[in-house]
């Protein structure tokens, strides 16, 4: 006898119109995300301290995610991965380009929330002036930090799409 599940597959529909809005208002939440992670480092200048706020914005970003993912009734795995990583990279992105404007390093928003470049721009001029608190630590440590920040929010995508639910084609819901 083989396990409930064992050979499910999704059937890749989905419905573009309900996609599109969730998209939209999971592009919101992810703004939303990392302008209170953004927030909370503000508050809380030692870095050590921020992956606790770290891990706060890794427990909402998934569950904001899933619950869009949910409402859109998508069954296409690989655009559901795609949507997914767009809104943990935005997330992550979102965060960084509010500092920006906190800090008036002189790049745009839309710049440092949609274009990769910009956003490492922005990384890079915040090392360049920054002493991370009260410790002396500069250069390869800082960017360490940094790269585990946005490998934390990329791990919150695998999360999401690791889940295993099953849709009932008749009855349009998830179980």
């Known amino acids: 006898m083989h396990a409930p599940g064992t050979f499910y597959e999704a059937s890749g529909q989905f419905i573009p119109k309900r996609l599109a809005i969730s998209t939209l208002i999971g592009i919101l939440l992810a703004i939303f995300i990392g302008w209170l992670y953004y927030l909370l480092s503000l508050v809380?200048?030692?870095?050590?301290?921020?992956?606790?706020?770290?891990?706060?914005?890794m427990f909402a970003a998934p569950a904001a995610f899933t619950t869009i993912l949910y409402h859109s009734q998508s069954r296409h795995t690989k655009l559901n991965t795609a949507i997914t990583v767009l809104l943990c990279y935005l997330?992550?992105?979102?965060?960084?380009?509010?500092?920006?404007?906190?800090?008036?390093?002189?790049?745009?928003?839309?710049?440092?929330?949609?274009?990769?470049?910009?956003?490492?721009?922005?990384?890079?001029?915040?090392?360049?002036?920054?002493?991370?608190?009260?410790?002396?630590?500069?250069?390869?440590?800082?960017?360490?930090?940094?790269?585990?920040?946005?490998?934390?929010?990329?791990?919150?995508?695998?999360?999401?799409?690791?889940?295993?639910?099953?849709?009932?084609?008749?009855?349009?819901?998830?179980?």
């Open 91 to 175: 997330t992550w992105s979102s965060q960084w380009a509010f500092l920006n404007l906190h800090w008036h390093l002189g790049y745009s928003f839309w710049g440092g929330l949609l274009n990769p470049l910009t956003t490492l721009k922005i990384i890079s001029a915040r090392g360049d002036q920054i002493d991370m608190g009260h410790f002396s630590f500069r250069g390869g440590f800082q960017y360490l930090c940094y790269i585990t920040e946005l490998a934390a929010f990329m791990l919150a995508a695998k999360w999401v799409t690791a889940s295993k639910d099953y849709f009932c084609e008749d009855c349009k819901q998830f179980y």
């Open 44 to 57: 809380n200048p030692i870095i050590y301290l921020n992956f606790i706020v770290l891990g706060l914005a």
